[in-house]
């Protein structure tokens, strides 16, 4: 099937839907670093109709007439996406089922889209859609599939050092056990040496942004038993922090409370 024209410029459009998801208008127009915002719109409108992309409906209240527009990948965005060597069936396959994404999913999407932006001028950082590139260093994290890994540089008297962190935001509707699982598959990967035998430098980070106050405290107290089922491990650092204080302060301000 012949799908219709866009420009190489708009390409890089659905290409950044494969990698997030779900994008707003703002966004896009930063991360195609673009400083005319007619612009955007006038590319944003021709690929709308040309079924590349589709709008994220709005209800008819006040509050979110005024919100961004935000946008999910449409059927011939998926069409040109199949023609592309560097994206993934295994993802592309994820993107048919965007079209009924609950709210929850949307904004870890907004959210998780907005961390990277924050992170992608200061420091090396991917997206879970990064990883299933076989080419990727970061290759062995399929499986796991944290939602973003990014590294710290600390330059010191003595010269510099590296830390990576890996980063998951819970959905709000994910059931306690279900976060308590999550949780226990880090400490098996962190006891099954999978980072050292890929990447040579200190274990990552983990890094967990909660739904609520309330879902973090259970977070906490789980993870402190598991930690202490464990003995204790002392290279093993997991922080925690709410979606609100991500939103406010970015992810790598001091917001994080250790287990």
């Known amino acids: 099937m012949t799908i219709p024209y866009i420009t190489p410029k708009q390409q890089e459009i659905p290409k950044l839907i494969y990698k997030f998801r779900i994008l707003n208008r703002l966004q ?6 673009h ?8 590319w944003l409108k021709d690929l709308v109709e040309k079924e590349y992309l589709e709008k994220v409906p709005k209800d008819s209240t006040f509050e979110q007439r005024t919100k961004l527009t935000i946008y999910r990948i449409g059927i011939n965005g998926i069409r040109f996406l199949k023609t592309q060597d560097d994206c993934s069936p295994e993802i592309i396959k994820k993107l048919y089922k965007d079209k009924n994404r609950s709210d929850n999913f949307i904004n870890q999407c907004i959210l998780l889209a907005d961390s990277y932006i924050s992170l992608q001028n200061k420091t090396e950082v991917m997206m879970d859609s990064d990883f299933v590139n ?12 944290p939602n ?23 959905e709000a509707t994910l059931p306690r056990y279900s976060i308590r699982k999550r949780i226990r598959t880090y400490l098996e990967f962190y006891y099954s040496n999978q980072w050292e035998d890929n990447i040579d430098k200190p274990f990552p980070i983990l890094k967990f942004i909660c739904p609520t106050k309330a879902d973090l405290i259970y977070a906490k107290r789980i993870t402190k038993k598991l930690l202490e089922e464990n003995q204790n491990p002392e290279d093993l650092y997991i922080q925690f922090a709410t979606i609100d204080e991500v939103k406010k302060f970015g992810v790598i301000e001091a917001i994080w409370e250790e287990a």
């Open 148 to 170: 973003l890994v990014y590294k710290e540089v600390k330059k010191h008297k003595k010269g510099t050092t590296e830390r990576y962190y890996l980063l998951e935001a819970f």
């Open 134 to 145: 076989v080419d990727s260093p970061f290759h062995f994290l399929t499986d796991l599939n």
């Open 28 to 33: 896009i127009q930063k991360l195609l670093n």
């Open 35 to 42: 400083k005319d915002k007619r612009r955007i719109n006038s």
